[in-house]
């Protein structure tokens, strides 16, 4: 079971005088709400997480969408042996998230993590439902921290372009 989250930084808090709901795509995704983030196996107890206090949470809820519908690109779907790749790139180090699609399964490694250190593996399926739900998560959250936030173009357009998937 895959579970994903988030803890929001105190050592990097968001400008006192942020408008929110004018914040523009490139103020959401990489200068407001930095933290950590994690991936967790729960059935196996192993996780990929960050420890740097500076990761646009936001950004990478975001970028996770992105790349669950970059991994799922070849027609034959779930059928498709030809492996398919992605990566989330975290602007401020040099460290990456890879992922790798072959069949139905999606392979998540953290370069910063040794290699003898397996990846983690969830079904595309599950991957999409919990990256949209993650992401659906975080912005109410978000908004409930900061109310101005929930009447943002950019976040209307987020939440319709990545609906909740059952």
């Known amino acids: 079971m895959l579970d994903i989250g988030y803890a ?4 990097f808090p968001d400008p006192p005088q942020t ?13 407001l709400f930095c ?3 994690y991936l967790a196996d729960t059935k196996a107890d192993r996780e990929i997480s960050t420890a740097w206090g500076w990761v646009p ?7 996770l969408c992105d790349i669950v519908e970059r991994v799922d690109r070849d027609p034959a779907g779930s059928r498709a042996a030809r492996p398919q790749w992605a990566e989330l790139d975290f602007t401020e180090s040099a460290d990456r ?15 910063w993590l040794p290699e003898s250190e397996p990846p983690l593996s969830f079904s ?3 991957l999409r439902r919990e990256c949209r739900d993650f992401l659906h998560d ?15 173009p950019a976040i209307w357009t987020l939440q319709a372009r990545f609906p909740r998937v059952s």
């Open 138 to 152: 975080l912005i109410a959250d978000l908004t409930d921290m900061h109310d101005d936030l929930a009447d943002n």
């Open 19 to 31: 408008d929110y709901r004018r914040a523009d795509v490139h103020a959401l995704r990489h200068d």
């Open 124 to 126: 595309h399926t599950e």
């Open 57 to 63: 949470v936001l950004d990478f809820a975001w970028a």
């Open 97 to 111: 998230l890879l992922f790798e699609r072959r069949f139905g399964w999606v392979d998540i490694e953290a370069e």
């Open 8 to 11: 929001l930084s105190t050592r």
């Open 35 to 37: 933290g950590d983030v």
